[in-house]
């Protein structure tokens, strides 16, 4: 099992930058595959990022792409999501997933985070 908690959240006007970061427990995180999904208000969780477990892999909604990057540091236990030009539609509650497996797909992740809050002014 492993444990997930999202930071680096805020608010941020639109053209800007922020760096998430989602911190996990235990010690087997390199067997994880590891995603970011959002949630806009009122709207429904969208998948945005996922990457293997190496880090070798990834894959990104046609959204973000160009946009953002998600990276790993299996030796911090660490997932990012660099997010450069943020736009207004951007805006949401951003959680880190997690399952066991090598590659960097969009579904079937079996632990979640709380989420991490941003929020794109125009």
Known sequence: QVQLVESGG???QAGGSLRLS???SGRTFSSYRMAWFRQAPGKDREFVAA???R???TDYADSVKGRFTISRDNAKNTVYLQMNS???EDTAVYSCAAAEGALAIRK???YWGQGTEVTVSS
């Open 10 to 12: 805020g608010l941020v």
């Open 51 to 53: 990457i293997s477990r």
């Open 108 to 110: 079937k992740y079996d």
């Open 55 to 57: 880090g070798d892999s």
């Open 22 to 24: 989602c911190a996990a």
């Open 86 to 88: 943020l736009k207004p």
